[in-house]
C-alpha cells in the first residue's frame, strides 16, 4: 500500500487549496479513505473521512469549509479546502485502514499566514 499527498502550499487567511492523495497496492475503490492533520506541537487529528458508497464525515472545525471526494478511476482522494483559517496550518495526511493495519502517506503541508 501507498498514499501519496500533494498540493499542500502556502495561502493567505480566506483563500482555497485542494489537496490530493493518490493511493496503490490495494483495491481504492473498496476502502474508506480519511484525511488527518497534525499541527505543530499538537496531537494528530481526523479531519475528513469519505466511505467506499461516498458517505463522508467531517470533524466539526471543518464543516462547511472542507469537502472531502474520491476518484476511485484515478485512485486519489481529495480535500478541498476553503475559507482557510490560519488554524488550518498543519501537515495534512491520507490514512487508510488495509487488512486491519494503518497506512499513512509522508504528508503534505499547508500554511496558512497573512
Known amino acids: 500500500v501507498q498514499l501519496v499527498e500533494s498540493g499542500g502550499g502556502l495561502v493567505q487567511p480566506g483563500g482555497s487549496l485542494r489537496l490530493s492523495c493518490a493511493a496503490s497496492?490495494?483495491?481504492?475503490?473498496?476502502?474508506?479513505m480519511n484525511w488527518y492533520r497534525q499541527a505543530p506541537g499538537k496531537e494528530r487529528e481526523f479531519v475528513a473521512g469519505i466511505s467506499n458508497d461516498g458517505s463522508t464525515n467531517y470533524t466539526d472545525s471543518v464543516k462547511g469549509r472542507f469537502t472531502i471526494s474520491r476518484d476511485n478511476a484515478r485512485s486519489t482522494v481529495y480535500l478541498q479546502m476553503n475559507s482557510l483559517k490560519v488554524e488550518d496550518t498543519a501537515d495534512y495526511y491520507c490514512?487508510?485502514?488495509?487488512?486491519?493495519?494503518?497506512?499513512w502517506g509522508r504528508g503534505t503541508q499547508v500554511t496558512v499566514s497573512p
Open positions: 490514512q487508510t485502514t488495509w487488512k486491519s493495519s494503518n497506512y
Open positions: 497496492g490495494f483495491t481504492f475503490s473498496s476502502y474508506t
